[in-house]
Each structure stands twice: as structure tokens, then as C-alpha cells.
């Protein structure tokens, strides 16, 4: 089958552009270092959405420090990829490791720095990433663990501290794992992100657009979380929270409308609204699998004609 051309006037096609971050190293994938970069080398032949990659790779600390004495033409890119690098190791460390790729651009970019954060280390640890993020013009995505039970008070002072910052800063939420957050939770993560115009990173669980129970267990699927993100920008507050936790747990492919615009249920935004609240600020889904999503999609959204 031949690629399916790119096409921004397609609602699904400006969903999907740059979505996801490829952490093909991580569960349930688990690939090593040279088997992830030799597939996410590959998206661009091998997927028929490629425009669908946002970030080439999610790493460690330690394999981004290790990707910087990669030849990677040698491994396929013909381009230097973009990497999300998760803060793993200490904060001298981790610049270290910033320094190291910011000093070789020719090798790789810093698309974003994700780094795992307590209510008490929020603020600090935006400030003592920050200088050197904006530097590198990269996205600093800050995961607190939203999985006690103190969860809403944990995500509004998040999100209250996130938007505060002088620094491009996302929050992200994390759909898998002992610190996963279910359609509930990250409804209302929508909800605060949306009414602050803040930036968005989920992951874990996501690599199915729709809820599938007789195939996967996942209870939301990637087109549902990004159906309710962007309906949520562009209409506001007028949209309930219940109604974006129906929409995640959404189980037909049919109920989200894509004709000139994206629906769901009575609401309905058209395609310049969708544009609109795509651009408003970044969103992305790290997923460990690419292919999955798109062979989904091929089975599920008839290709164009």
C-alpha cells in the first residue's frame, strides 16, 4: 500500500500532525537502544502517517549522553532527530547531558525534557531547568504523581506553578504504571490545562485511538484524548468535564465526527477552530509504538480517495 498523502485540510491529518513521541525503549516494546533507532529511522518508508511522529525518540539520560557519539546517517537519519530526554539521572548529570547534544546539533535535537516532580519540587526544579531549555528552544514537561488521593489539590497546584513559569512548560500526565491516572483524572487534567493555554504531554497506554476492550486493554484510546483536548480549546468552559470522560472512554470510531471539522456527541467545532486549538500550544502522546497507531487507523478510518 502506498503512503497516504499528507493533507492539511483533513481533520484526522491535523489531529495526528506531529503526535506522538517514539519511546520504542520502554514498555511494553522494551527494544534496545539500536533496535529503536534503527525503527524510528524507518518512519519515514515504513508508516503510512509519517507526519504522525512529533519526536523521534524518547531516551534516558544515559542513551541521549550516548546518542551524542552516534553516527547517525550511518543508522538511517537523514536528518538529525528531535528527543524527548527523561531527567533519569542526577541534575549535573542530566545538563551535562544537554550540553553534550547542544554542543553537536548536527547529531540530534532537544525537542523536550521530561522530569518527574513532587508539590514540593515543582517550582525549583522548572527554575533550575529553565534557563538552560530555553536556551536549547526545547519544552520542559513536569510529571507530578497524580495518583493519591490528595489528586486534585496536587494538579491544580501543578498547573498553577506551570503557568506561572517563564519557560515553555507542559504538564504531563502519565495513563500506565503505578502512578497511571485513569479517563477520570485525566479529564480533569484536560480541563486545567485548557483553561490556563498551557502545553500537554500524556503517555503510557495511548497507541490505540479508540477504546477496544475485545483487542486491548487500555480504558482510552489516543484519538479520544486528543478529540477532547482540542474540543475542550476551542469551546472552553462550555464543556463539561463529563462530557470529556465520555469522550475518552469513547468506543466507536463512528462517534467521533471528522467532516470538515472534528465532532462528538452534540458539539462540533469546524476546521478553523481545529486549527486554531492545534496551534494554541504544543500537545503530544508518547507512545512505544508507532506502527500500532498506524496500522489502527488504517483498519479503522477508510483511506482517502
Not at 123 to 128: G, L, N, V
Not at 239 to 259: A, G, M, Q, T
Not at 271 to 278: E, N, P, R, T
Amino acid at each position: 500500500m502506498g503512503a497516504i498523502p499528507y493533507s492539511p485540510q483533513s481533520p484526522l491529518d491535523v489531529l495526528l500532525h506531529k503526535l506522538f513521541d517514539y519511546a520504542g525503549m520502554f514498555p511494553p516494546a522494551e527494544r534496545s537502544f539500536d533496535q529503536a533507532l534503527r525503527e524510528s529511522a524507518s518512519f519515514p518508508t515504513t508508516l503510512s502517517r509519517p507526519w504522525m511522529v512529533g519526536s523521534d525518540l524518547v531516551l534516558d539520560t544515559q542513551h541521549a549522553k550516548k546518542l551524542a557519539t552516534e553516527n547517525l546517517l550511518a543508522r538511517g537519519f537523514t536528518t538529525p532527530p528531535v528527543l524527548c530526554v527523561l531527567a533519569t539521572e542526577d541534575m549535573p548529570q542530566v545538563k551535562e547531558t544537554l550540553e553534550a547534544l547542544a554542543a553537536k546539533p548536527s547529531h540530534a535535537r532537544l525537542g523536550a525534557l521530561e522530569i518527574k516532580v513532587t508539590p514540593d519540587s515543582i517550582a525549583s526544579t522548572i527554575s533550575a531547568y529553565a534557563a538552560l531549555t530555553t536556551s536549547l528552544g526545547a519544552l520542559m514537561a513536569i510529571e507530578p504523581d497524580l495518583s493519591g488521593d490528595n489528586w486534585r489539590e496536587t494538579l491544580s497546584s501543578a498547573v498553577a506553578t506551570i503557568a506561572r513559569a517563564r519557560a515553555a512548560v507542559a504538564l504531563k500526565c502519565r495513563c500506565s504504571g503505578p502512578t497511571g491516572v485513569g479517563p477520570d483524572r485525566l479529564a480533569a487534567a484536560i480541563v486545567e490545562v485548557c483553561d490556563t493555554g498551557i502545553a500537554f504531554k500524556v503517555t503510557g497506554g495511548l497507541h490505540h485511538p479508540i477504546v477496544e476492550p475485545d483487542r486491548y486493554p487500555f480504558p482510552t484510546g489516543f484519538l479520544n484524548v486528543a478529540a477532547a483536548l482540542m474540543i475542550r480549546r476551542a469551546l472552553g468552559k462550555t464543556v463539561p468535564e463529563s462530557f470529556l470522560l465520555e469522550l475518552l472512554c469513547n468506543r466507536s470510531i463512528r462517534d467521533i465526527r471528522l467532516e470538515k471539522g472534528l465532532g462528538f456527541g452534540s458539539l462540533f467545532i469546524d476546521h478553523a477552530q481545529l486549527i486554531q486549538a492545534k496551534n494554541q500550544s504544543h500537545f503530544s502522546i508518547g507512545s512505544c509504538s508507532l506502527h500500532e497507531p498506524d496500522a489502527d487507523l488504517t483498519r479503522l478510518v477508510p483511506k482517502p480517495a
